[in-house]
């Protein structure tokens, strides 16, 4: 039982006006990765693996050679760098950076941070579908508890990361990935709140979510300024303890249950006389805005007896149906909507997440300087601070896409025609993103932030308010937790996609087409519901 009680316009918009500055600004550290890897990559957390570089490899990641004396050989790397190779012996190299005398990435650096987060992108969704399932059976204070800790432990993991313990930073990553999903989910329910307006209240949640990469971008900032990383990872684990707040005042200890529509469950009759006589003994409890409900049900009853065939039939032939009671958690899990929608999920979250992966690399790739690197670091995430736009863009044509649809006759049609187009949507932006990175040239990096900026909120944004249209609420951890562990089955995935683009040259343009087809075929999840509800009217 909650201290405050959510039952005012105030302090629900309250509640959610919290919920969004705590997601803001704990919820998406671990999207800010790239920004993480360029604080690491100056401390020289596995610069060592550069100082022994053989001489193979450093010339597979050269483009150039521009002068040569003796055994003195200056390249110009992939990333733009003026390096000299010192031939010692036939297996030591010393590199040097000519302009700032600083050390730089080298293959063998970038393999082992992609390594990481790779195993890391991949254990904390399968870990987050074992917590929603404990979330489910303990109820929504377990989880924001369990998160809190996460993050206060993440951030102290990280604080505390050296060259001498780099192993520090992907447990602290792993952390900061429990805890952004069971924070966010946890916030989910508060839109239930709303009869009218739940996706717009997902998608700013989700919007909160993107744009709170810009905690990472802080960070950043004081760290460019001075500030050592410890105290600012310390700080924000301090920070984080106002979660403490919702947790106990308002949040319910189990979840928010949204009362289901009674257009949506038209189809259940009920032939038998004693479920006619355990309704009325229902209705004797009922508020006498309940009565009124139960009145304008009987009057019906007749006509919803009539349709019940007919309308049961279609939706006894699509995958899911409005007879949710008898479903179970089981029923939904088996269903081909369902199925889809882990698919399209997988696949769009996988080319997010090999961006996000490969952000410092590709612009090492691409600029020809280390200043230029941290700029475009800092630009990357500026972008992404759209994210609350971009999702609220999102959400709102998904509520047009579901006002389009109100007047449709049959339940089925009104519940999947509106997510139809906006899955579409964000398959096409995922293929938009990889054109742009196909692109060599520096002005496309702007390009390529505006792409994933979108795509990162209809990917989020439509794939999450996606279950809580199409699904019951009590499910809504478990079908989530499900959803988190099926997908981190195919986020190892992008560790095949790192290995290759080191391979040899040109492998990122190969890799980018490679993603264009694989993206292309998520269509199949919008197509299929299409086919399902264009004909039920």
């Known amino acids: 039982m909650s201290f405050i009680v959510l039952n005012s316009s105030f302090r629900k918009g309250f509640a959610i006006g919290w919920a969004l500055l705590e997601i803001l600004l704990f919820a998406g550290l671990f999207f800010g990765w790239g920004t993480l890897v360029f604080m690491l990559k100056e401390e020289g957390v596995y610069g060592n693996l550069c100082e022994s570089s053989t001489p193979g490899e450093l010339d597979d990641k050269s483009r150039t050679i521009y002068t040569q004396k003796d055994n003195e050989t200056l390249y110009r790397t992939s990333a733009g760098y003026d390096v000299y190779s010192v031939n010692v012996t036939n297996y030591n190299i010393t590199l040097s950076v000519k302009d700032s005398g600083k050390a730089i990435g080298c293959t063998a650096q970038d393999k082992k941070f992609n390594l990481g987060f790779t195993i890391v992108s991949g254990l904390w969704p399968f870990f987050y579908g074992i917590l929603g399932q404990l979330g489910h059976k303990f109820g929504t204070r377990f989880l924001r508890l369990c998160s809190i800790t996460f993050f206060i432990c993440g951030s102290l993991l990280i604080a505390f ?181 882990v698919f399209w999920y997988s696949i769009l979250q996988l080319r997010f997440f090999y961006f996000v992966g490969t952000l410092n690399p590709w612009l090492e790739r691409i600029s020809q300087t280390e200043e230029e690197v941290s700029q475009y670091t800092d630009i990357s995430m500026f972008f992404m601070l759209g994210g609350i736009v971009t999702s609220i863009t999102a959400g709102t044509f998904f509520e047009m896409q579901k006002r389009r649809y109100k007047d449709s006759k049959h339940p089925f049609r009104r519940r999947t025609g509106p997510v139809v187009i906006p899955l579409m949507v964000g398959t096409a932006l995922g293929v938009l993103l990889s054109v742009m990175q196909m692109i060599p040239a520096q002005g496309a990096i702007y390009a390529s932030f505006i792409s994933v900026t979108a795509f990162r909120s209809f990917l989020y944004a439509i794939g999450n308010g996606y279950l809580s249209e199409m699904f019951p609420s009590k499910y809504l951890n478990s079908l989530s937790g499900i959803l988190m562990v099926l997908t981190a089955i195919a986020s190892f995935l992008q560790y095949l996609f790192f290995y290759w683009t080191e391979s040899y040259t040109g492998a990122y343009l190969h890799v980018d087409i490679i993603l264009v087809c694989l993206v292309l075929t998520s269509l199949v999840h919008p197509i299929y519901q299409w086919f399902q509800c264009r004909h039920l009217d």
């Not at 479920?275 to 139960?294: F, G």
Request: proline share 5%; net charge negative.
């Open 161 to 341: 990361t050296t060259p001498e313990v780099p192993w520090l930073a992907f447990v602290g990553l792993f952390l900061y990935g429990l805890n952004g999903c069971s924070l966010l989910f946890s916030s989910f329910q508060l839109s239930y709140l709303f009869e009218n307006g739940r996706s717009l209240v997902s998608s700013l949640m989700t919007g909160s979510f993107d744009s709170s990469i810009a905690t990472q971008l802080y960070i950043k900032v004081a760290y460019d300024n001075g500030i050592p990383r410890q105290y600012c990872y310390i700080f924000i684990a301090c920070l984080h303890v106002v979660a403490l707040i919702s947790t106990f005042l308002w949040l319910p200890k189990t979840y928010i249950d949204f009362p289901e529509q009674h257009d949506e469950t038209i189809i259940v009759s009920s032939d038998d006389e004693d479920d006619k006589i355990e309704d009325k003994k229902d209705s004797e409890r009922m508020t006498p805005l309940q009565d009124v409900n139960a009145l304008h049900e009987l009057n019906n009853h007749n006509i919803e007896k009539i349709d019940a065939d007919d309308v049961s039939k279609p939706l006894n032939a699509s995958p899911v149906t409005t007879e949710e009671e008898d479903i179970g958690l089981m029923g939904y899990i088996r269903s081909p909507l369902f199925l889809l929608h």
